[in-house]
């Protein structure tokens, strides 16, 4: 079956540093990839819906030059979040598209900025 | 835009019990409506879909069921086991790019 990869599962930074986690679709080629937040006990929050070799749609109130965010190819997608403040710290979720088929979500990213 | 509404929040049945969970959608040009699995520290996964033009759909213990005129689709678990234990979501989706709108998810409990 369809398998998202996301990297790192968990990861810790301090403030000021840029972090970078990876999405790739193992088995497909995804045309569209999602990136999603998700604070403790909440739901899924859509960040930002990136298309290979265009530029990423950000929602409402998410800053694009703060979570930066390049699908250079059909089966990799980079969300870097930039100048991370504690505030950044959250569990960042990836999934991955294509037509016709059920979306299938990464294993997330657990984010604490120190 | 689309809004989904899930309930309830949380939710503790004895194992081998059935568990319900209800979604309702506000937009109704929404045509397909998966329904995810989450497990603490994890991704959520994919356990059963329905589209619109379909009213139920079983799949061995899970089983959904969609009501288009009242806006409302179901989840029910049959002969919950201990396993079962963990949050559900619901989406619903226009079909435009796989943009999911979620539910606020319902934490399951199942005890032994």
């Known amino acids: 079956g369809a398998v998202v990869s996301q990297h790192p599962s968990r990861v810790i930074c301090k403030s000021g540093t840029s972090v970078k986690i990876e999405c790739r679709s193992l088995?497909?080629?995804?045309?569209?990839m999602f990136w999603y937040r998700q604070f403790p006990k909440q739901s899924l929050m859509l960040m930002a819906t990136?298309?290979?070799?265009?530029?990423?749609?950000?929602e409402q109130g998410v800053e694009k030059d703060k979570f930066l965010i390049n699908h250079a190819s059909l089966t990799l997608s980079t969300l870097t979040v930039t100048s991370a403040h504690p505030e950044d710290s959250s569990f960042y979720i990836c999934?991955?598209?294509?037509?016709?088929?059920?979306?299938?979500f990464g294993n997330g990213t657990r984010l604490t900025v120190t | 835009g689309e809004n989904v509404e899930q309930h309830p929040s949380t939710l503790s049945v004895q194992e081998g019990d059935s568990a319900v969970i209800k979604c309702t959608y506000s937009?109704?040009?929404?045509?397909?409506f998966p329904w995810y699995k989450q497990e603490l520290g994890k991704g959520p996964q994919l356990i059963i879909d329905?589209?619109?033009?379909?009213g139920e759909k079983k799949d061995q213990r899970i089983a959904v069921t969609l009501n288009k005129t009242a806006k409302h689709f179901s989840l029910h678990i049959t002969e919950t086991q201990p396993e079962d234990s963990a949050v559900y979501f619901c989406?619903?989706?226009?079909?435009?790019?796989?943009?999911?709108?979620f539910g606020t998810g319902t934490r399951l409990q199942v005890t032994l």
């Open positions: 088995d497909f080629q995804a045309t569209t």
């Open positions: 989406a619903a989706d226009t079909g435009t790019a796989s943009k999911l709108t």
């Open positions: 937009d109704s040009a929404s045509n397909y």
């Open positions: 329905i589209r619109s033009n379909v």
């Open positions: 999934s991955a598209s294509r037509t016709g088929a059920p979306l299938h």
């Open positions: 990136s298309n290979e070799g265009s530029k990423a749609t950000y």
